[in-house]
């Protein structure tokens, strides 16, 4: 008779503490899209990005700073990704309410009108007074030069030594081995390259640079 009162007592307790398991539901995508917005119209995406680039700014002088002490310096670069990391793309995709994967973008693309992001502006600048080689080195395909070449013209960016695209016949799953390769061939013309600087961890990965910079970029993944 104790032992039955015994197991009816954790019975009892199994109900009242042991809940039917759920899974965890993601957050809602309307919170989502709200939270994106909020985070680039409060400035909290500038301030992050600025944060950033002040980093890489103070290594990239003090970097200067030395190589112009060598007796024979050497030839100094850096490497910047285009979207995301020198132009912004949030005006088309706020209008496209997130949804990147769609011909409009690319309609929105070709007026060649993305803002610049002003930090990478300004280091984009000093990096040329310093006489620094500047390279682009952006996922959009070649097909998408001239046009590109036209906005970063517009948004203030000129002076740069080159500009790579990614040629129509690739087609890896990942911008790593292609963003590599790029930065190899400039390693291999006798550039040093100080800073890579991109938003995605594509455009990092895969050596040839002395440091790397992150942006934020919540809004879209590239692998
Ligand atoms: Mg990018």
Request: a neutral charge; one cysteine or more; glycine letters at 4%.
């Amino acid at each position: 008779m104790k032992y039955r009162h015994l197991s009816l007592f954790c019975l009892l307790l199994s109900m009242l503490f042991v809940h039917p398991s759920y899974s965890i539901e993601p957050q809602n995508l309307f919170v989502i899209k709200k939270q994106l917005i909020n985070y680039y119209e409060t400035g909290h995406y500038q301030v992050d990005v600025q944060k950033v680039i002040d980093h890489a700014k103070i290594y990239l002088r003090d970097r200067i700073q030395s190589n112009n002490l060598l007796s024979h310096p050497k030839k100094l670069a850096i490497v910047l990704d285009i979207d995301e990391t020198s132009l912004s793309n949030y005006p088309y995709m706020k209008e496209l309410d997130f949804g990147i994967d769609s011909p409009l973008l690319s309609s929105l693309i070709f007026e060649s009108e993305d803002p610049p992001i002003k930090p990478t502006l300004e280091l984009f600048k000093y990096a040329l007074q310093n006489h620094i080689s500047i390279f682009f080195v952006t996922g959009r395909f070649e097909k998408m030069r001239s046009l590109t070449v036209n906005n970063l013209n517009r948004a203030g960016y000129s002076g740069w030594t080159e500009l790579f695209l990614k040629p129509s016949s690739y087609h890896e799953n990942s911008a790593i081995p292609y963003k590599s390769a790029v930065r190899k061939l400039i390693t291999d013309e006798g550039y040093d390259i100080v800073l890579n600087i991109g938003d995605q961890k594509s455009d990092l990965d895969g050596g040839y640079s002395d440091r790397t910079y992150k942006l934020p970029n919540p809004y879209y993944y590239i692998p």
